[in-house]
Nanobody, 118 residues
Framework: QVQLQESGPGLVKPSQTLSLTCTIS??????????WSWIRRPPGKGLEWIGK???????YYSAPLRSRTSISRDTPKNQFTLHLSSVTPEDTAVYYC??????????WGQGTQVTVSS
């Protein structure tokens, strides 16, 4: 059974970089042709796909966030990490990692609240 767990700080100051790590268990991120996404839900809004890294290491990002987003992976640890730079309060959201995307996912992490505030 695939499980995903987000980790990272819950509070980030404006202009800083938000960094979150997703740890995968029960499956390998470099096998089975799966993609691994970051998604967020701002308060009162719907889900927004941020970007993904493929099983082969290619990255893809949402156009509005592309200039501020970087996703990397640590395959020995079965982890992938989101870096979102120059954050503002508009980046406050619950952040999820998930398998698949954009648009269709089969496994999700529980989500982690990130608040951008000074």
């Amino acid at each position: 059974q695939v499980q995903l767990q987000e980790s990272g700080p819950g509070l980030v100051k404006p202009s800083q970089t938000l960094s979150l790590t997703c740890t995968i268990s029960g499956g390998s991120m470099i096998s089975n042709n799966y993609d691994w996404s970051w998604i967020r839900r701002p308060p009162g809004k719907g889900l927004e796909w941020i970007g993904k890294i493929t099983y082969g290491g290619s990255t893809y990002y949402s156009a509005p966030l592309r200039s501020r987003t970087s996703i990397s992976r640590d395959t020995p640890k079965n982890q992938f990490t989101l870096h979102l730079s120059s954050v503002t309060p508009e980046d406050t959201a619950v952040y999820y990692c998930a398998r698949g995307g954009p648009g269709e996912y089969d496994y999700w992490g529980q989500g982690t609240q990130v608040t951008v505030s000074s």
